[in-house]
């Protein structure tokens, strides 16, 4: 691998900026060299940031960043822009605990201005800095870095709405159209898009698209309207259906997303034009990585550990996860039951979707990045007699809150939530934990829960929850290994009791994952001489009313999830002891209410003392003191209490 000679020179924008023009194209070489080297090591979002070189490399010189505010959408593709604005070192640690961030991270860089990896955010971002800029009269332009799907959410288009609206808003919104998220984009605008790329006749235009942008000179407004003739005799001779003219908002493109210096000069005329200016630009996610390139799945969107050369993962086989039995057995239950349907958001792969549309490609419904619409389009499946399944990820759920409460809730309708990535997720970071769904599903009246804590009970919940027809149904799991099935010594009404010693002391009480640490809790209590009895509730909602009376037997009851503490599973099953006038006192323990870093697992359980060493610890001190405190206390189980 070549020796990054000119990208070692490169620490800000300002040297990027003093390079020749002509240096260009081997900065970008190396660039992709260093990401292949590097994400090959770490893990992360490759294929995005490939495709993305030449439109960060002149972005960072037609923009004076971080005076001109540049906001991603969706934010992975920001590794570019961290080895330009000083952070190649970094790369080694990235997603590494006490790391760089895969996201743009105000806490890194001045140069980053929005933490945000939820996608169709920038446009709204962006539109309030650019109002914030012009209202102090400020100098700057901000630039809205968008694409990889993000313009198929709708808050995407509220903002541009917006934008279309002010003449003279500083703001220029860049387009990288790869036609894609994680898979192929869907909907009426990648459709628009694709006619665009797949013209016979694009070539030609890109070619004299590029010869007339070298040749209008910078003098703001006039420029642009020589720029913008141009573009409107190709928009009506290839696509006189032209959406963002349509709008209002200036338009130029498309522009080879991969030709540096055309996709300069358009962002410098489009900087002095004086307003909201649209500049489209056709790229190919992973590009330059030939491994990235055929694979069709995804191009390498995300990866782990893999080889730099040939892009064959370095992990070897691995353990089935919890996506995995998921993808599996709603295969096996849709095959036996017409009346199944499965919504993603964009996320096909991810979320273990490809083998259900696979077989039954006329009952799965990718709806792009659109959380919200996924939601109500399922309450108007389950209105229409069939039974939707909806993949997605738990933080992402926070988005269709509203729809799920209103919409699918509010209306009695049978549809399941699969919610992945739920807890602690690893390298994603703060805004990728999900760590808020079973509190805020706490509230909708009439749903149910449950935390599966092996293969053989999520395949039991899924079956359970296809069955219920007048409510909804959530199952949430994690991304990792899934672990070794924990069988029931007793079952009372339905809850799973996994350990039970003679006269038992202590209750506790494990969800999901963390009933193997419940487990290792109670095993230690008992190697204690302390009594304890360690279930599984199965079902977190609706609360049953006889786990209220088991723990009325206990002295003290213990509460474990990998869920933010405050109104989590353990808060409700407190508040419901309350009602009930059960006095025995409770200590939840979960995720401590904070933003979490990324980090693995491991680190952050550790971290947060949410291990069985240090829960035990509490549950033993109290009993031998014979006073356990009915204070509610966050995860960390203070030595000294």
Same mark, same amino acid.
């Given at each position: 691998?070549?020796?990054?000679?000119?990208?070692?020179?490169?620490?800000?924008?300002?040297?990027?900026?003093?390079?020749?023009?002509?240096?260009?194209?081997?900065?970008?070489?190396?660039?992709?060299?260093?990401?292949?080297?590097?994400?090959?090591?770490?893990?992360?979002?490759?294929?995005?940031?490939?495709?993305?070189?030449?439109?960060?490399?002149?972005?960072?010189?037609? @923009?004076?960043?971080?005076?001109?505010?540049?906001?991603?959408?969706?934010?992975?593709?920001?590794?570019?822009?961290?080895?330009?604005?000083?952070?190649?070192?970094?790369?080694?640690?990235?997603? +590494?605990?006490?790391?760089?961030?895969?996201?743009?991270?105000?806490?890194?860089?001045?140069?980053?201005?929005?933490?945000?990896?939820?996608?169709?955010?920038?446009?709204?971002?962006?539109?309030?800095?650019?109002?914030?800029?012009?209202?102090?009269?400020?100098?700057?332009?901000? *630039?809205?870095?968008?694409?990889?799907? %993000?313009?198929?959410?709708?808050?995407?288009?509220?903002?541009?709405?917006?934008?279309?609206?002010?003449?003279?808003? #500083?703001?220029?919104?860049?387009?990288?159209?790869?036609?894609?998220?994680?898979? #192929?984009?869907?909907?009426?605008?990648?459709?628009?898009?694709?006619?665009?790329?797949?013209?016979?006749?694009?070539?030609?235009?890109?070619?004299? /698209?590029?010869?007339?942008?070298?040749?209008?000179?910078?003098?703001?407004?006039?420029? !642009?309207?020589?720029?913008?003739?141009?573009?409107?005799?190709?928009?009506?001779?290839?696509?006189?259906?032209?959406?963002?003219?349509?709008?209002?908002?200036? !338009?130029?493109?498309?522009?080879?997303?991969?030709?540096?210096?055309?996709?300069?000069?358009?962002?410098?005329?489009? $900087?002095?034009?004086?307003?909201?200016?649209?500049?489209?630009?056709?790229? $190919?996610?992973?590009?330059?990585?030939?491994?990235?390139?055929?694979?069709?799945?995804?191009?390498?969107?995300?990866?782990?550990?893999?080889?730099? $050369?040939?892009?064959?993962?370095?992990?070897?086989?691995?353990?089935?996860?919890?996506?995995? =039995? @998921?993808?599996?057995?709603?295969?096996?239950?849709?095959?036996?039951?017409?009346? /199944?349907?499965?919504?993603?958001?964009?996320?096909?792969?991810?979320?273990?979707?490809?083998? @259900?549309?696979?077989?039954? #490609?006329?009952?799965?419904?990718? =709806?792009?990045?659109?959380?919200?619409?996924?939601?109500?389009?399922?309450?108007?499946?389950?209105?229409?007699?069939?039974?939707?399944?909806?993949?997605?990820?738990?933080?992402?759920?926070?988005?269709?809150?509203?729809?799920?409460?209103?919409?699918?809730?509010?209306?009695?309708?049978?549809?399941?939530?699969?919610?992945?990535?739920?807890?602690?997720?690893?390298?994603? &970071?703060?805004?990728?934990?999900?760590?808020?769904?079973?509190?805020?599903?706490?509230?909708? #009246?009439?749903?149910?829960?449950?935390?599966?804590?092996?293969?053989?009970?999520?395949?039991?919940?899924?079956?359970?929850?296809?069955?219920?027809?007048?409510?909804? %149904?959530?199952?949430?799991?994690?991304?990792?290994?899934?672990?070794?099935?924990?069988?029931?010594?007793?079952?009372?009404?339905?809850?799973?009791?996994?350990?039970?010693?003679?006269?038992?002391?202590?209750?506790?009480?494990?969800?999901?994952?963390?009933? +193997?640490?419940?487990?290792?809790?109670?095993?230690?209590?008992?190697?204690?001489?302390?009594?304890?009895?360690?279930?599984?509730?199965?079902?977190? *909602?609706?609360?049953?009313?006889?786990?209220?009376?088991?723990?009325?037997?206990?002295? *003290?009851?213990?509460?474990?999830?990998?869920?933010?503490?405050?109104?989590?599973? &353990?808060?409700?099953?407190?508040?419901?002891?309350?009602?009930?006038?059960?006095?025995?006192?409770?200590?939840?323990?979960?995720?401590? +209410?904070?933003?979490?870093?990324?980090?693995?697992?491991?680190?952050?359980?550790?971290?947060?003392?949410?291990?069985?060493?240090?829960?035990?610890?509490?549950? =033993?001190?109290?009993?031998?003191?014979?006073?356990?405190?009915?204070?509610? +206390?966050?995860?960390?189980?203070?030595?000294?209490?």
């Amino acid at each position: 691998m070549p020796s990054p000679r000119l990208l070692r020179t490169i620490r800000s924008p300002q040297d990027l900026r003093a390079l020749p023009p002509e240096k260009l194209p081997e900065l970008a070489g190396e660039i992709r060299s260093f990401l292949i080297e590097h994400v090959s090591q770490t893990g992360g979002h490759l294929g995005p940031n490939l495709g993305v070189v030449e439109l960060t490399i002149a972005a960072h010189r037609a @923009f004076e960043s971080p005076r001109d505010p540049i906001v991603f959408d969706t934010g992975h593709q920001s590794y570019v822009h961290k080895i330009l604005t000083g952070r190649q070192e970094l790369f080694p640690t990235l997603r +590494q605990r006490g790391g760089l961030s895969g996201y743009p991270n105000r806490a890194e860089s001045e140069h980053d201005w929005v933490e945000n990896s939820h996608a169709s955010t920038a446009l709204s971002y962006a539109e309030g800095l650019a109002k914030a800029i012009r209202h102090r009269r400020l100098p700057g332009t901000v *630039l809205a870095f968008v694409g990889d799907g %993000s313009l198929t959410g709708g808050m995407a288009w509220e903002a541009l709405n917006n934008i279309a609206a002010s003449d003279d808003l #500083p703001l220029v919104i860049l387009v990288n159209d790869n036609g894609r998220s994680y898979t #192929p984009t869907v909907g009426g605008l990648a459709r628009h898009l694709s006619g665009l790329r797949t013209h016979p006749r694009y070539e030609q235009m890109l070619d004299l /698209v590029r010869r007339n942008v070298s040749r209008a000179p910078v003098v703001g407004g006039a420029a !642009y309207g020589i720029l913008h003739g141009i573009k409107i005799g190709l928009k009506d001779l290839l696509a006189p259906q032209g959406m963002f003219s349509d709008l209002g908002l200036k !338009y130029v493109g498309p522009i080879d997303g991969h030709d540096v210096a055309a996709v300069e000069r358009a962002l410098r005329q489009a $900087r002095h034009y004086g307003g909201p200016v649209l500049v489209h630009c056709v790229t $190919r996610k992973g590009n330059g990585f030939r491994a990235a390139e055929d694979h069709e799945e995804d191009r390498f969107h995300a990866v782990g550990k893999i080889d730099a $050369r040939t892009g064959e993962s370095l992990s070897g086989p691995s353990a089935p996860k919890w996506t995995d =039995v @998921f993808s599996e057995e709603l295969l096996r239950l849709g095959s036996n039951d017409d009346r /199944v349907v499965a919504i993603t958001a964009a996320m096909t792969y991810p979320t273990g979707l490809h083998r @259900f549309a696979k077989a039954f #490609p006329e009952r799965c419904f990718d =709806v792009g990045i659109a959380e919200q619409h996924a939601i109500t389009s399922a309450a108007g499946l389950a209105m229409g007699g069939l039974h939707p399944v909806v993949a997605i990820y738990s933080t992402f759920l926070n988005r269709g809150f509203d729809q799920l409460l209103m919409d699918v809730a509010l209306h009695r309708c049978g549809v399941t939530f699969a919610l992945d990535r739920a807890g602690i997720t690893g390298p994603d &970071g703060a805004s990728h934990h999900g760590m808020w769904d079973m509190s805020i599903l706490q509230v909708v #009246p009439g749903l149910h829960l449950t935390a599966p804590r092996d293969a053989t009970r999520l395949r039991a919940a899924l079956a359970t929850s296809l069955a219920i027809e007048d409510a909804p %149904s959530v199952i949430r799991y994690s991304n990792q290994r899934v672990p070794d099935d924990i069988g029931a010594v007793e079952s009372i009404a339905g809850m799973d009791v996994v350990l039970r010693t003679p006269d038992p002391q202590v209750l506790v009480v494990g969800f999901g994952e963390m009933v +193997q640490t419940a487990l290792a809790v109670g095993q230690r209590l008992a190697d204690q001489g302390i009594g304890v009895t360690v279930l599984d509730p199965v079902w977190a *909602l609706p609360v049953n009313q006889e786990l209220l009376r088991l723990a009325g037997e206990h002295q *003290l009851v213990i509460t474990i999830e990998d869920n933010g503490i405050v109104g989590g599973c &353990g808060a409700r099953l407190a508040q419901e002891l309350r009602l009930a006038e059960v006095p025995t006192p409770i200590r939840e323990f979960g995720i401590e +209410q904070q933003f979490l870093a990324h980090g693995s697992r491991a680190e952050l359980l550790e971290e947060l003392r949410l291990t069985p060493q240090d829960i035990a610890r509490y549950a =033993v001190e109290a009993v031998v003191r014979g006073e356990p405190s009915l204070e509610h +206390q966050s995860t960390r189980a203070d030595s000294d209490s």
